[in-house]
């Protein structure tokens, strides 16, 4: 029998167990926390994300396999345990910081703060609230750009009631995102001038299309860049993460409590694609009459329900407001149109709330620093400190070419 490999060589096997959710391998993501070599017999702790983490078996089976197929060992023992709330937060930051260290750079600033609006499905007011939000950011003084990535199911231009055509320096050649009441906006629907070419686009990957928008894309300096995603949960989230680290996301949701199962699966992608769930919107909450009296037509608690569940802030209660529907048909958005209308309180509200929660990346402050840090370490071999320090052959061990 073959002596037992060392300690170094096992970590080595174990650079090819990848956590499939988070794009890295578990050596990298400094779950390995413990190695014993005894009589042949290899024993891994692995640290996972959560107890019940689906992709359980399939790291557990990965890392017998990986270790039993080397020369000396006998048998292999994987301990796993679920990650303290601090390990996983710094795990968060070891993937998001891989992910940018893989993406391929774009136009965005890395200290704009990209808040991406999503939902479980469609209907939910997800782009009233993407615009009305970007607007009421923009009415604090904040440079707001809005990216449309309902890239087939656009409906922003029509809610801005944006004519102008996106054009394309011809120097530079990056489009020129169009300057609406405010705000830098882009949107397939702004490009497209006739079926045939529309039909061009639909050639595209969803995640194309939205690397694109992201790398070609004058953007400029912007605080926040509102990104419309397309309903429901998948691949797009996951490309915006790998494109935009900094991507964190709002969901949208209305107040039946049946409706928060189809919401949850959109946050719970966004955490596993290591993007923070910032907070819910809940949309459509109450009518208010003129006398102030509130009817809760579609039920009560969803909102606050889900944001509990994902232990996150409820950002605000924005009413059905019949001036929101108008304002986005005629092209007039209520917080420009209708200041005064309980809905464009609830924005205004939901706007500042959210500047709170996500404060703007001002380069004399903590954040603007550490969005330099993380600029920084978008460069070649980066020294990351690996979840809890005691990760055995962490992150900060393993250069990247
Ligand atoms: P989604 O992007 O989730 O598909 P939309 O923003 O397109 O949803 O909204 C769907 C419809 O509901 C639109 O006609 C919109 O005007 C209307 N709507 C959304 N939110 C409200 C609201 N708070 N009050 C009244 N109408 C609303």
């Known amino acids: 029998m073959p002596s037992p490999p060392s300690e170094e060589a096992i970590i080595e096997a174990l650079r090819g167990v990848f956590d499939p959710e988070l794009g890295s391998d578990v050596v990298d993501l400094g779950m390995v926390r413990e190695i ?33 197929a080397m020369p000396g060992v006998q048998d292999v023992i994987v301990r796993t345990r679920a990650m303290t709330k601090t390990q996983r937060t710094e795990l968060m930051n070891v993937a998001r910081r891989r992910a940018r260290d893989n993406a391929a750079p774009t136009q965005v600033n890395p200290t704009t703060r990209a808040i991406a609006v999503g939902s479980g499905k469609g209907g939910v007011g997800k782009s009233s609230v ?23 199911g656009f409906s922003i231009p029509r809610m801005l009631g944006a004519g102008a055509r996106i054009e394309a320096d011809a120097e530079t050649r990056l489009m020129q995102p169009v300057h609406v009441l405010g705000i830098k906006v882009v949107s397939t629907g702004l490009i497209v001038e006739s079926e045939e070419t529309a039909l061009m686009w639909r050639g595209l990957m969803l995640s194309k299309a939205l690397e694109q928008f992201l790398q070609q894309v004058a953007w400029g300096d912007l605080d926040y860049l509102v990104i419309d995603m397309p309903p ?42 290591a993007m923070p769930v910032v907070g819910v919107v809940e949309n459509m909450s109450y009518f208010e009459t003129p006398e102030g009296r509130r009817y809760e037509v579609f039920g009560h608690g969803g909102g606050r329900e889900l944001a509990d569940s994902l232990g996150v802030p409820l950002i605000v209660r924005i009413p059905l407001d019949p001036a929101l529907g108008a304002g986005a048909d005629e092209g007039h958005p209520v917080v420009v149109a209708r200041p005064e209308r309980p809905a464009s309180a609830a924005f205004a509200d939901a706007a500042r709330r959210l500047v709170e929660l996500v404060p703007p990346a001002d380069a004399e402050t903590c954040t603007g620093r550490i969005a330099k840090l993380l600029s920084a370490l978008q460069g070649p071999p980066n020294d990351l400190p690996a979840p809890g320090g005691h990760a055995v052959g962490g992150a900060a061990t393993r250069h990247q070419p």
């Open 130 to 152: 993407s615009v009305n939000l970007a607007l009421a950011i923009s009415h604090l003084g904040y440079r707001v750009g809005l990216l449309d990535a309902d890239i087939w």
């Open 232 to 273: 429901g949960t998948g691949d797009i989230q996951m490309a915006l993460s790998r494109m935009l680290p900094q991507a964190e996301m709002v969901v949208v949701t209305t107040p039946p409590k049946n409706a928060q199962k189809v919401a949850i699966r959109v946050a719970d992608m966004a955490r596993r694609s």
């Open 36 to 68: 014993t070599v005894e009589d042949g017999v290899v024993t891994v702790g692995l640290a996972l994300t959560i107890a019940e983490c689906p992709m359980r078996s399939q790291i557990e089976n990965d890392t017998v396999r990986k270790v039993k």
